[in-house]
């Protein structure tokens, strides 16, 4: 069986399709469980706004996207244009610049290996993974440690973030006269909040499932926090909407805010849609005084020092093509232990046989000296006789080359 990285990313496919081929964490396990049982011995999936990646070893990855289309109930054909095949060496590449931050829609953003490192723990907890790619995955996160440790990949990096603040400051200008609202209260909305808190706006609330969960980032950030099903009546008290949820259906609907801009007589309101699959239907885009950006609308933002950072992404790529040859050769001397347990196995087979002769002839009363000398011959002349015929029924070019290997292999210098 094979390495493989199966996916789409933010390069080779558009938001809309991203969204069709996502995974709620609450649900991978099962996910992970279910392809495992695909012909699949080993399986990892990392799915982000940006991304939905699935690690396998296997020697059917073409299934892969069988069963990707299958799960989420899409088109194969609709999705297959987009997808992306890595194997062994690419696969592994691909992996290291991944965690790095080199493959990311934010050159050098640390937030990524984080989401890695989630993806694996659920795998983990899963049962889904194995020697391969737990080394693969022990390798990756060794390796984004060292870039971040020996390049400056992530100085004057702008995080979606900060970009969302960026954003807001365009419109608005000074923010502190703005109330905000956070639909969600996972990790990217806590860090969005973070960016805003520091700028001061007028009020911070936080919309939630749970109105626990909601407090308590509401509380770090001195907000308020409301529930999710308060959101048609308070949508229209607030000027930006920042939202990440997990939810696999928008829950801001065209009508909700149609409603709201009108209750704000046409007030601009400013949204920032993180979430994949979106939280925002897409038509709201479409309406007059809102201004809705998803995360691929926030790239050329985020390219802000894009220039500083490239030669440390050039000295990051560097140490990657080391780190992937190292492993490389891990994974070759992995896939030669069957051989060499094999020849071992024979070897061990050849000496029990004459051992057993040689014993035989001891308990006879033959000589000691004519029984070692007999023994030692028979095993040299056992372990010599394939190579040796081989290299006599060898003819041409073939001769050549083993006569090469066989030297090679018995460190004969003449």
């Not at 984004?144 to 979606?160: F, L, N, P, Q, W």
């Not at 703005?178 to 969600?184: A, E, N, P, R, T």
Request: glycine letters at 4%; one cysteine or more; proline letters at 3%.
């Amino acid at each position: 069986m094979q390495l493989f990285t199966v996916g789409v990313n933010h390069t080779t496919a558009p938001l809309a399709i991203r969204e069709h081929i996502a995974f709620n964490n609450e649900r991978l396990s099962d996910a992970l469980r279910e392809l495992a049982s695909e012909n699949v011995a080993e399986v990892a999936i990392l799915s982000t706004c940006n991304r939905t990646e699935i690690y396998v070893k296997s020697e059917t990855p073409e299934l892969i996207i069988d069963w990707l289309a299958q799960y989420h109930k899409v088109d194969y054909a609709k999705i297959q244009p987009y997808m992306y095949t890595l194997r062994d060496e690419a696969a592994v590449k691909h992996a290291f610049r991944v965690a790095s931050g080199l493959d990311s829609m934010v050159l050098g953003e640390p937030q990524i290996l984080g989401q890695f490192k989630q993806a694996v723990k659920i795998a983990e907890n899963a049962g889904t993974l194995g020697t391969l790619l737990n080394k693969l995955f022990q390798r990756t996160f060794t390796v984004a440690k060292e870039v971040r440790t020996h390049t400056d990949i992530g100085a004057s990096s702008i995080s979606m973030s900060a970009a969302a603040v960026k954003l807001a400051q365009r419109i608005f200008g000074n923010i502190n006269q703005q109330k905000v609202l956070f639909i969600g209260a996972g990790e990217m909305i806590e860090l969005c909040a973070d960016h805003f808190a520091k700028q001061k706006p007028l009020a911070m609330t936080v919309a939630n499932r749970t109105l626990e969960r909601g407090l308590e980032l509401a509380n770090k950030i001195g907000g308020h926090a409301i529930l999710l099903s308060d959101l048609p009546e308070k949508l229209a008290e607030f000027d930006i909407v920042i939202t990440s949820t997990a939810s696999q259906l928008p829950i801001v609907g065209l009508g909700m805010v149609e409603r709201a801009v009108k209750a704000r007589k046409h007030r601009p309101i400013f949204m920032v849609d993180l979430a994949v699959p979106r939280d925002i239907e897409a038509e709201v885009a479409q309406l007059d005084d809102v201004f809705l950006y998803t995360v691929d609308d926030l790239a050329e933002v985020v390219q802000t020092g894009m220039g500083n950072r490239q030669a440390a992404a050039n000295q990051a790529e560097a140490i990657i093509e080391v780190r992937v040859e190292n492993f490389m050769h891990w994974l070759k001397t992995r896939n030669a232990v069957p051989t060499i347990r094999a020849l071992r196995d024979q070897a061990e087979h050849y000496r029990k046989a004459e051992l057993e002769k040689a014993l035989k002839l001891l308990a006879r009363g033959e000589d000691p000296s004519t029984v070692l000398e007999s023994l030692s011959i028979n095993i040299t002349n056992k372990f010599l006789h394939h190579p040796s015929h081989a290299l006599n029924t060898s003819k041409g070019g073939e001769h050549e080359q083993l006569e090469a290997f066989v030297r090679q292999l018995y460190l004969i210098n003449r």
